[in-house]
């Protein structure tokens, strides 16, 4: 079983020297982005709309409104609300996704079967519904409209991820380095800051590809170092020049600015928001961590850390009047201290940003596993931990449009803009889909789900509405961005669905294949073949058009289908489906492998060893059932609704445990009724997999010589399956994958063909293979071009 899993499946159990731990690292991973928001909020603030005035009025209601801002999202609805809504430990917009697919039909995954139900992490909470609750959960199903709505939502979510992926880097290094501007003339430092700031972006995406996985131990000392510094700054600044400066905490403070300010305090909400930019970061991040570390990380050392910083500024500013030119974080810096902070807070802000940019690998690969993304390379950067990810093409396009959003905006105000629209979007949708969870998954009655929607949505509606009221003053860009990336996510995905429908209503009967022999020309030749397909039933079209131009097959046949599961990890142990296809004679087989949407997926080479080790395991089984029917009947797992009469039987087959004896021995003591399919340690309840007992059974009177007989002829045949098996694996074996080209239809609309014709297949053509995603070795690869009319 995975480590990560086993993990996440004992935190019950964690002691606090181990939380305590986790907090320390979840500093230099979840925080680092929300903890240098004090270099730019303030500056951002007051670059234009707004003006520091000498009635202190401004200052103390752009505190007050940091401060509820901070308690209200970040806390309240982060912390004690959102960080509960995890899927088997994991977060993020996808999880959110996955939970809401597991409890309602709304999932447009096309190859769903009833047997990912009995997944161990495909847990659902079951207490009785409510009338109410049942009643959004048909609505929901029924309206296919909807299903769709969700999908585009959560992709919505996604690319703006994507985009803060892209923004937080820049604006978060350029207000660190910006801090030379009180140390040089305003010519030099026009001149040195945004060089100073690409060469740190390079340096940052260049070294990308040795991997985070010491990011915690590495960079926690400079997250922690940073908020003790900031802390103690503002105390320093509370204590020396406004000690009352507490009093605009107060929710009056922020009445009196906006009757003041009016339209153009609403605008400033635009900069104040940047306060809690990377507070997603401590859903999405969830699942290296745990609930209680991010919990007590936050609130006793983030979250007081943060609030003492802004009231420290508040406090200087509220003594010295500068013009908005002259407002940024180091004017509160004593001049001694001035240079060791800038230090600081430059390595501070590249943690920052790794964090996000981290975290924007992880979305996509998750995006990818759900067939909503076209396929990249994924590098795991880390054999022990799992999850930590690096993606070469997506770094290298970060950095450059990174580089170029800073040399193009140069200045906190429009990237500033630009980051508030990306981040205000994120935390609506996670707000909208927490409100589906309430309902769908916690049960709760849909007023709960309602208040939640319209208390934290209208907060987040209006800091979202003053930052869009700046699309030409940068908020254009995060715009464009998430048009760019919906339009190539939904396309792909559109596409898929519709090859995938393709497959299904072209797909060759059983008999098809059975009727092929020697009278038609066909030859069985030695060895593995191993055909790729979407199908969890049915002949693909794809190996009828293999044999037809190539007329022969290999000894053994093994219909492969490396499918998704709304989940994010399917346990080792249950992670193959196994069956037959036709009878014991045919030597076909069918094996469907399960990953969740977090899972390492296997090289080839371990998996063509695991592949024969689970079909071996299946084999035994499948001969020790006394009643054993001479059918074609694939599953002890009922498959979909695509399946057909003959094919609806699969096995879970777990870690074989009989890899210690001979591959024809059987144990005498495996029951038929009852048999649990390899384990080497059982630990608890779901360790052990069992096949559902046959209810109908049929007793004849026979002698004990004419049992020993139909024993002893089972071994034989047990033994002659097997010694087959292993040698087509002698022989070699060859990988069959389907080379498509997908077209519109005739009397498609003109949107369709674009999308079709020149959308998908320009990605198809530009992006990795299928024979790249799953590591084929091309000397073992045998292609079928299919065309797909969809």
């Not at 945004?194 to 990011?215: D, K, M």
């Not at 996670?430 to 769908?440: D, F, H, P």
Request: charge should be neutral; aromatic fraction near 12%; charged fraction near 15%.
């Amino acid at each position: 079983m995975d480590l990560q899993y086993e993990k996440r499946s004992s935190n019950s159990k964690e002691s606090w020297k181990t939380i305590l731990l986790l907090a320390y690292q979840s500093l230099g991973v979840v925080y680092g982005d929300l903890g240098i928001s004090p270099l730019y909020v303030y500056k951002s603030t007051f670059a234009e709309d707004i003006h520091h005035s000498e009635s202190n009025e401004e200052i103390f209601g752009v505190l007050s409104f940091v401060f509820w801002t901070l308690t209200l999202i970040p806390l309240f609805k982060y912390v004690f609300v959102v960080l509960r809504a995890d899927d088997n430990g994991e977060g993020g917009t996808f999880a959110l996704y996955s939970l809401i697919c597991r409890h309602a039909k709304v999932s447009l995954l096309p190859n769903r079967q009833v047997a990912d139900e009995s997944l161990s992490t495909y847990k659902l909470e079951q207490p009785p519904q409510t009338k109410n609750s049942s009643r959004a959960k048909t609505f929901l199903e029924k309206h296919k409209c909807l299903h769709t709505a969700l999908l585009i939502l959560v992709l919505l979510g996604t690319c703006m991820v994507i985009g803060d992926g892209l923004l937080t880097p820049a604006i978060s290094v350029f207000s660190a380095v910006s801090g030379l501007e009180l140390s040089m003339s305003k010519e030099h430092h026009q001149y040195a800051v945004v060089p100073i700031t690409c060469f740190i972006l390079l340096c940052l995406f260049a070294l990308q590809h040795y991997g985070t996985h010491r990011v915690g131990f590495l960079f926690a000392p400079v997250v922690l170092i940073w908020l003790l510094c900031i802390s103690a700054l503002g105390l320093y600044n509370i204590l020396h020049w406004n000690p009352h400066v507490y009093q605009a905490l107060s929710p009056y403070y922020m009445y009196k600015f906006l009757k003041k300010t009016k339209k153009s305090g609403w605008m400033s909400l635009g900069g104040i928001l940047l306060c809690i930019t990377g507070s997603e970061a401590m859903f999405a991040d969830l699942g290296h961590f745990s609930y209680s570390a991010i919990q007590i990380a936050f609130t006793f050392l983030v979250y007081p850390a943060l609030t003492l910083a802004y009231m420290g500024q508040a406090a200087y500013l509220s003594v010295h009047h500068q013009s908005s030119y002259d407002i940024s974080f180091y004017v509160f810096v004593p001049k001694i201290l001035r240079w060791p902070v800038l230090i600081v807070a430059i390595l501070a802000s590249v943690v920052g940003s790794q964090a996000i940019i981290s975290g924007t690998f992880s979305i996509i690969n998750q995006s990818q596993s759900l067939g909503c993304f076209p396929r990249v390379k994924v590098v795991h950067t880390s054999d022990k931990i799992h999850g930590q990810i690096y993606i070469p093409e997506i770094n290298w396009m970060l950095m450059i449009l990174c580089i170029a959003v800073t040399i193009g905006f140069r200045d906190i105000k429009h990237l500033g803009n630009a980051s508030g629209l990306a981040v205000m979007t994120v935390m609506l949708v996670t707000t909208c889909l927490t409100s589906l969870v309430i309902i769908l998954c916690w049960h709760k009655p849909p007023v709960v789900a309602l208040l939640f929607l319209l208390f934290f949505g209208s907060i987040e509606l209006l800091y979202f509405s003053s930052s869009l009221i700046k699309f030409l003053e940068g908020a254009w860009l995060p715009i464009l961005l998430a048009l760019i990336l919906m339009s190539i996510m939904f396309v792909w995905h559109y596409a898929t669905i519709k090859k995938y429908e393709f497959d299904l209503h072209n797909k060759v009967s059983l008999e098809w294949l059975l009727a092929l022999g020697p009278n038609l020309g066909i030859a069985r030749v030695p060895g593995i073949g191993i055909v790729f397909t979407d199908l969890t039933s049915g002949i693909p079209a794809n190996f009828s058009r293999f044999v037809t131009n190539l007329p022969a097959f290999h000894r053994v046949l093994v219909f492969v289908c490396i499918k998704s599961v709304p989940v994010p990890y399917v346990p080792q142990a249950e992670r193959y489906l196994v069956g037959r296809v036709g009878p014991s004679a045919h030597r076909s087989y069918r094996c469907i492998v399960r990953y969740g949407y977090r899972d390492v997926h296997q090289d080839v080479d371990s998996f063509e060893t695991e592949l024969v080790d689970h079909l071996a395991a299946f084999i035994h089984y499948d001969w020790s059932r006394t009643d054993r029917p001479n059918s074609f009947a694939e599953d002890d797992v009922s498959c979909s609704g695509e399946s057909s009469s003959s094919e609806c039987r699969l096995a879970v087959i777990g870690s074989a445990a009989f890899y210690g004896t001979p591959a024809y021995e059987i144990d005498g003591s495996v029951q038929p009724a009852s048999v649990s399919i390899g384990f080497p340690t059982v630990n608890s309840e779901t360790d052990v997999i069992e096949m559902q007992p046959v209810e109908r059974r049929v007793r004849f009177a026979i002698d004990d010589e004419s049992e020993i007989d139909a024993k002893s002829k089972a071994n034989l045949q047990l033994r002659e399956e097997l010694e087959e098996l292993y040698a087509a694996q002698q022989s070699g074996t060859a990988y069959i994958l389907g080379q498509s080209h997908v077209r519109a239809k005739q009397g498609s609309s003109l949107l369709k063909r674009l999308a079709i014709n020149f959308g998908y297949n320009f990605l198809r053509r530009n992006c990795r293979g299928p024979d790249v995603a799953l590591k084929v070795p091309p000397v073992s690869l045998l292609e079928v071009g299919m065309v797909y009319v969809v």
